[in-house]
Every structure is written in structure tokens, then in C-alpha cells.
């Protein structure tokens, strides 16, 4: 019968069917886009690709990027980006007036700890940020605080 309607026997069988006979990797997708989507609700909706990837071979999915990447825009999922953290450390935008200088008039510094004045910097270090205190004028030392 196939030869007469000019067609091969895979597409009569799947016309018989019905066309619901999913073929391994439609299963495979189907599979991997439930676990996708557990993944990025997980991560707040904060996973792209190469994240996604990881994390699925992490739990033991051999899946391509492309194949993962295909899956999620299937699915409209996209990875949030972090905002970059920028330390502020004055706000110049006030109406108040400024402090006067009152070190201006004082001279030479004698001794250790007569007078502190500071200066404070942010230092960007592997594990968040480092505020560093300068006090340039006493003995010269160096102080820093750690906050993540």
C-alpha cells in the first residue's frame, strides 16, 4: 500500500498511530525542559545557558549547550543579570553646608595620635568588598573593615 501512495512505512505507522508516538529525543526534551524549568525557578529565574548547562550536568544530564540554549528559548526562559554593586561613598547632591577645615591653621604634628583625619576607599577583593580607612596625618596606619 505504501508503494502506491509513494510514501515509506515509518510515516504510514505514524499516521496510524495518530502522530502520538514521540520519537527518544522529543521524549529526552520534554524530560529535560520540566528539569529546566525546576532549575531556573530554583535559581530565581537567575540562570541563563552556561549556568544551565552546569547545573544540569552537575545532576547527571549529558546535554549540549545549543540543546540547552534551544530549550530555554523554547520555553522563554532567560537568565537574569546581576546589577554591578557601585559604592557610593558621598552624595554631593544636598544643600548643607560644607565643614570647614579645621586642621587648615594646626601645623606639624608633634606626636602619634594628636591628630586624625581619614580617608576611606573601596577595594574590590575575591570575596565582596573592602573598606579601607587611611589616617594620613597621626601615625600613618592603616585600618580595614570587610563587608560583603
Not at 525546576?38 to 550536568?57: C, D, F, W
Not at 544530564?61 to 537574569?80: I, P, S
Request: glycine share 8%.
Amino acid at each position: 500500500m505504501c508503494e502506491a501512495f509513494g510514501t515509506c512505512r515509518s510515516a504510514y505507522y505514524r499516521w496510524v498511530e495518530g502522530g502520538k508516538v514521540m520519537n527518544e529525543r522529543a521524549r529526552e526534551d520534554a524530560m529535560l525542559k520540566t528539569r529546566i524549568k525546576r532549575i531556573h525557578k530554583k535559581s530565581r529565574e537567575t540562570y541563563g545557558r552556561p549556568r544551565m548547562v552546569l547545573a544540569l550536568q552537575k545532576e547527571g544530564y549529558d546535554c549540549g549547550k545549543d540543546r540547552v540554549a534551544r530549550l530555554m528559548r523554547e520555553e522563554g526562559l532567560q537568565g537574569q543579570q546581576k546589577k554591578r554593586f557601585n559604592p557610593y561613598s558621598t552624595d554631593s547632591n544636598h544643600g548643607f553646608s560644607i565643614a570647614p577645615n579645621l586642621l587648615g591653621d594646626y601645623g606639624p604634628v608633634s606626636a602619634p595620635d594628636e591628630v586624625w583625619v581619614a580617608d576611606i576607599t573601596y577595594i574590590r577583593v575575591a570575596e565582596g568588598w573592602v573598606y579601607l580607612v587611611v589616617h594620613p596625618r597621626s601615625s600613618a596606619s592603616i585600618s580595614g573593615n570587610s563587608e560583603s
